[in-house]
């Protein structure tokens, strides 16, 4: 039981006063006996044994329930009392007050009123029957009112003590009632107390344990004051090397450093001095100096006032996050291998450049191409190409200003954006920034201990014009640059309106030449060529393209459109075609010449060139040995040893070899030895002035020794003059080719011409008059 609770107590008391009435009772109720017995007082005797017996019995009976073992002993003490007044005399009535009090101290109130009024009525029974003298002064003994007087004043005392002793035990009780409220009161403070201990040293262990960085500071709301720190936990002590003790009582701001931003920090600072939580993403500083970044939440933690007392900053380390979008940020703004802005970047620079409108500052866009650098790059390899396009790169940023952007389009390809020129001359401006340009990446580049030279052709636009985008200003400075290249490179070109619309009519020609194969705009002409005697040796197609509402595109114009659109390829393979077939007709006419076809580099260096070629002699029937591939000097400078074998490939198929416009390009005659050669064309501008020209004259003579000592055929273009036909004639009777015999032509016209000559001579005057050559 509770120590608290007034059962407990009364059972405390009971047994106590047990025990006591149990030593009592033999002290004093033995004596008792003997000397009742001794005087033969045998009803004293009686009631004596019968009492004590009983109460020993009573005091052992532990295993009885509580209010049997009361009742028991208050009928003890009620039976010793009735005994007492019958056996003695009224005095004995003192012994029935007893019962009731104890029962108000053992039982209650009402048990306690129950047992005065059994009392009462036992005095009251007794003294009417005579059973106890009952007397009162100036009163008749055994009267009825002597006997009233007596049981009234008895019950009286008897509320009185019994009443005192309930209203004590039920104080008692209530107090006990009082204590046990306000123990239970103060043990749930005390099992909350340590709930909120214990959840608090979990907290704490769970802060302190977080990966995530935790300060808590002290709030001090005086104007520019320090917040000192109170807490820290081991995340942070671990990421920033600090020690606790080095911490705590510091200034939040000891993690700051020279590059954490003070706009950022000035932001924090004003939320705090609101009140209110604030989120930053700030450089913060390690112990040893090391920077990283942290994303903290700052949340401030008020009392019950609502006064703010403390912040709590938690924070998590980024600085893996910030490299990451750093290294995308550079990926996708910068250029890998120089490092410089990225063709992104340059737009994203050109346009804010017009977005700002009238009010945008005079610039240039300048496009940059290292002249020839393929050839260093295939010459050398990527690893000296990529270390020549980083040092062109570091000498363009020397000259950049810090307003300016230098961009790498790819390959070798730069963009300079010029901003801040001078309105009235920005065009002198940009050029002569262009000067030093050029006079910077002319200068030998060292790497790896060797030294290469280079130089770059430069176009240049400017802006800000009407109506410009930034599509409009790259494609403007990349045609001005073309223009540099096309006139002799290492040059600089300002863009002009009309370069503009040359490149129009390219993009143009290059348009509808894509349709004009299929729509049977295309046909190859064919020019004769003769021998001395004039008579018929051989035949070379031409391509002619007449439009279909009857203008004609001249070669040279169409033919380099081709080239750089790459339908070049498709167009050779074509004309192939087209002269198995012209053969196979020449010759079911009786006139088998060979034919020569032009075949371009591009085509030539197909991967699958040769296979090509054998699909179309074996799907046309027409001998391989009756073809001929003229070849330009230009396919001799790329891959000669590819370019070789693939000769000797075909000449293993028939297919005999002429070089075109010969001693116009490479002329390397060391080369010459090596390759399937069969023929030599001389081209037309050594011929225009033979034989008046005397350096003309002796090249072609050279030319033609040349030939005659390496077993070669040769082919002279562009004979027009009757002097010109006896020169060559006289000079070793090279095969000729020119307007003197015949202009090019449908093949069904140089059909109804070989006809009409059947000793295979043309004369000039008989010819259909063609498109020149």
């Known amino acids: 039981m509770a120590f608290n609770d007034i059962a407990h107590w009364r059972i405390k008391i009971f047994t106590l006063l047990l025990s006591i009435l149990a030593v009592l009772g033999v002290i004093m109720a033995l004596p008792s006996i003997a000397v009742t017995a001794y005087h033969g007082r045998w009803m004293v005797t009686l009631v004596d044994t019968v009492a004590l017996a009983w109460l020993l019995a009573l005091w052992r009976a532990h295993g009885l329930p509580y209010r049997v073992r009361v009742f028991n002993f208050l009928a003890i003490l009620y039976f010793v009392g009735v005994a007492m007044m019958l056996t003695i005399g009224p005095i004995s009535q003192v012994y029935l007050l007893a019962p009731p009090i104890l029962a108000a101290v053992l039982l209650g109130t009402w048990p306690a009123l129950a047992a005065l009024a059994l009392s009462g009525a036992t005095i009251g029974t007794l ?48 107090s006990m009632d009082d204590l046990r409220s306000f123990n239970g009161s103060l043990e749930d403070g005390r099992n909350k107390l340590q ?42 002590l671990r990421r920033t090397g600090y020690t606790r003790a080095e911490m705590l009582g510091q200034s939040t701001r000891m993690l700051h450093g020279p590059d954490t931003a003070r706009a950022e920090v000035a932001r924090v600072v004003q939320a705090m001095k609101r009140g209110t939580p604030v989120t930053a993403e700030m450089l913060n500083y390690t112990r040893s100096g090391e920077p990283y970044w942290v994303e903290m939440e700052l949340t401030p933690f008020a009392g019950e006032d609502g006064i703010n007392t403390h912040w709590v900053l938690v924070g998590r380390d ?26 992104r970047l340059l737009m994203d620079r050109l346009q804010a450049l017009l977005d700002a409108g009238p009010a945008a500052p005079h610039a240039a866009v300048m496009f940059i191409d290292l002249d020839h650098f393929k050839n260093i790059n295939d010459a050398r390899g990527h690893a000296t190409g990529d270390l020549l396009l980083r040092a062109a790169a570091q000498r363009l940023s020397q000259l950049a200003g810090p307003a300016d952007t230098v961009a790498r389009l790819g390959g070798d390809e730069f963009v300079m954006l010029l901003a801040g020129l001078a309105g009235d001359d920005a065009a002198g401006g940009a050029l002569a920034v262009a000067a030093r340009i050029r006079a910077a990446l002319a200068q030998p580049f060292d790497i790896g201990g060797q030294s290469y030279q280079s130089s770059a052709s430069i176009g240049v636009t400017l802006l800000p014009r009407a109506d410009q985008s930034v599509d409009d200003l790259l494609r403007e400075a990349d045609i001005a640059m073309y223009r540099a290249k096309a006139g002799g490179r290492d040059g600089v070109a300002l863009f002009e309106d009309t370069m503009r619309a040359e490149v129009e009519r390219r993009l143009a020609i ?85 034919l020569s076809v032009n075949v371009s580099p591009s085509q030539f260096r197909e991967p699958d060139f040769v296979a090509q070629v054998r699909a179309i002699l074996h799907e046309t029937g027409a001998p391989a040995g009756q073809l001929i591939f003229e070849v330009t000097e230009g396919l001799l400078i790329e891959n000669l040893d590819d370019t070789i074998a693939r000769m ?68 002279a273009e562009g004979v027009e003059t009757q002097d010109q036909a006896a020169f060559l004639a006289a000079h070793g009777g090279p095969g000729m080719q020119g307007y003197l015999f015949a202009r090019p032509m449908p093949l069904a016209d140089m059909l109804a011409l070989l006809e009409r000559t059947p000793r295979g001579t043309a004369s000039a005057a008989e010819s259909p008059v063609g498109t020149a050559a």
């Open 127 to 174: 003294a009417l029957t005579g059973h106890a003298r009952l007397y009162v002064s100036d009163l008749p003994d055994q009267s009825p009112v002597a006997t009233l007087v007596i049981v009234l004043n008895y019950v009286g005392i008897g509320l009185l003590l019994t009443l005192t002793s309930s209203a004590l035990l039920q104080r008692l009780s209530r």
């Open 510 to 594: 290059e348009r509808d030449l894509g349709q004009a194969l299929a729509n049977g705009e295309l046909q190859m002409h064919v020019q004769l060529q003769v021998d001395r005697d004039e008579r018929p040796v051989g035949a070379e197609l031409l391509m002619r393209w007449r439009r279909a509402d009857g203008t004609s595109v001249p070669p040279d114009v169409f033919i380099p459109a081709a080239e750089a659109s790459g339908l070049i390829v498709e167009l050779g393979y074509w004309a192939l075609q087209q002269a198995c077939l012209a053969w196979l007709r020449l010759s079911a006419a009786g006139h088998a010449l060979p």
């Open 648 to 715: 000797h490939e075909l000449a293993r198929l028939g297919i005999r070899f002429s070089i075109d416009d010969f001693g116009t390009g490479y002329s390397n005659l060391a080369y010459l030895r090596r390759m399937p050669l069969y023929e030599l064309k001389i081209d037309r501008s050594f011929i225009h002035d033979t034989p008046g020209d005397a350096n003309g004259t002796a090249i072609v003579q050279s030319i033609l020794a040349m030939a005659g000592h390496l077993g070669l055929r040769v082919v």
């Open 195 to 236: 709930a909120v201990n214990a959840e608090l040293r979990l907290t704490s262990a769970a802060v302190a344990s977080l990966n995530e960085m935790v300060i808590i500071a002290q709030a001090v709301p005086e104007p520019g004051a320090e917040q000192p720190i109170v807490f820290v936990n081991d995340a942070l």
């Open 318 to 343: 980024v600085t893996e996050r910030r490299k990451a979008a750093e290294a995308i940020h550079q990926l996708a703004f910068y250029d890998v291998l120089t490092g410089l802005p990225n063709r």
